[in-house]
């Protein structure tokens, strides 16, 4: 009864774009789906192999390049990031709607392959706010966390680029807005063939 549709959600490390976007899964997880990302960086604490991300080695990831496995894929960080073609394609099949949580540079060539997708750019309300998430998650040195910061910089002026921006102050009210924007984009009148999907016209 409604298009399917791609979710692209980007955002600075530290900005909350995970917990946001689980929220939501979690929420509408009869039709939307997680699009799971290859990494070549280590798992952080807690982590799950094939539920937060598949961790892979660099030579398995370019392996997976050289075969076009990628519908996109970009270095961040010093580590390789990639979305599945594949996945993305079955999900979209079987009439999901599909969530990417990606950085700008993948988010870019989705737009040029996914004009229709929907994107979405999560900050934080400061950069101090920022540094002091990345600080308390404690799972990275210093120097990462500054690299990251640097980022951060670079990133956010890529805002433009995405139809909406969520300032995650606070988790609650940020879910609430981006909530929001999943249920409005199913609401468009041009995403709707027939209306008789829709309503009953018989009188």
């Known amino acids: 009864m409604y298009k399917t549709k791609l979710f692209v959600v980007s955002a600075p490390s530290g900005a909350g774009k995970t917990s946001l976007c689980n929220k939501l899964i979690n929420k509408y997880k009869d ?25 892979i080695d660099e030579k398995k990831f370019k392996e997976m390049i050289e075969n076009n496995e990628f519908l996109e894929w970009a270095v961040v960080h010093g580590n ?4 599945s073609k594949k996945i993305i394609d079955k999900y ?16 870019r060539q989705i737009k040029e392959k996914y004009p229709d997708a929907v994107f979405i750019f999560i900050v934080a309300p400061s950069m101090k706010e920022l540094r002091t998430r990345l600080i308390n998650r404690r799972t ?33 009210v940020a879910f609430e807005e981006l909530n929001a924007i999943y249920l409005s984009e199913h609401l468009k009148t041009s995403d709707i063939d027939d209306i008789n999907k829709i309503i009953d016209l018989e009188v």
């Not at 690299?147 to 139809?163: Q, S, V, W």
């Open 80 to 83: 390789y990031y990639g979305t």
């Open 140 to 172: 990275e040195s210093m120097e990462k966390i500054n690299l990251r910061m640097k980022n951060a910089l670079e990133e956010i002026k890529y805002f433009k680029m995405y139809d909406y921006l969520i300032v995650n102050k606070y988790l609650n």
């Open 31 to 55: 039709r939307l789906k997680y699009s799971i990302s290859y990494t070549t960086r280590e798992p952080r604490i807690g982590e799950i192999d094939g539920q937060d991300y598949f961790f």
């Open 92 to 107: 979209l099949a079987e009439g999901y709607d599909v969530v990417l949580d990606i950085d700008p540079q993948g988010a």
